[in-house]
């Protein structure tokens, strides 16, 4: 008897034991000390279509087609008409200089414009849509990535280059018919690794306003076309730094001592990605508020939303999961959301 009366009690304290940890832990991990304002609308699936791949992205602003990039085909656009019935593929005559290789190149639509870059030799050829035979011009040898055309002399990128013996990465504003610097952004403070600063450039079509979004820390930038700081948003979370720290390698190849910067912690994203419209920044953000269920916050994408304007934060909305997948990313065009799902472009219409 004493013994049954023992393992009762002993299973009621284990049965505390293991509540009062998940209170404590799991609970605790589901709070980010923030809230949002939650809208209900309802998006009705009109249409859906195969990727070629799952590296696909959106190559550009959606006008009355939507254009695509795949980063295994770099040399390649895919246009979709907007009720995703059809998807062709457009290929361009990409000179040897620009490599073609995953993640070299970088390719976008701005307008009736295509341009591809490639990210080290300061390479760039320009097309019109129809045209497969472009224009190239030659600009500075530094590291770039998301480029786009800021107007009929313009490029501007994200610029990768070795600053007073350290790595910084910048908004570089270059006119690539001269090929020179204009002006420069500098986005990595003296505190900071260029990892931590890690983030996302898209110029709007409508204000001619740059945004840069940072992956690892909640906030975005606005500036204008000559890389003047307009404001710095503070998005709605309460992350404010990059918790990514570094570690330098070094390796003996060849008798000679190389050394390599690297990440030494996991990566922790706290914006995924965003798109703008007609005055609006939509983001894709990766944490939970305090004031959303666990389910609901697992079985869609929130997306946060911002006046351009001043980034002041205005709402938040769901956009539901596609075969068990969250979207990657997005664009909205008139009352219509595309969104992509690993290999599948999904359009959504907005019944409510």
Known sequence: MKKSIFLVVCIIVLCFSVILFYQRFFLKQDRNGFERKIIKTTYKVVNSIKLPSSSCYFAGEPNEELYLKDLQTANVIFIADLTLSNIKKRAYNVPDEISVRKRKVNIGIVGTSVFISGNLAGNLNIYSLANPTGTSYKNPKIWFDQTTLA?????????????????????????????????????SAEAENVFSVDGQLQLDNMSKDLFYMFFYKGSFLCLDTNLNLKYEAKTIDTITSSSLKTATLSAKIKNKTETKTTQSTPRNVINRSYTLYQNHLYLISSLKADNESLSKFRDNQIIDVYTCESGKYLYSFYVPKFKRTKLRELKIHDKSLFAIYDDFLVGYKLVQ
Do not use: D
């Open 151 to 187: 107007s009929n002399t313009t490029v501007i990128g994200r610029g990768l280059q070795t600053i007073k013996g350290n790595l910084q990465i910048q908004v570089i504003n270059f006119n690539y018919k001269k090929g020179r610097v204009k002006s420069t952004y500098n986005l």
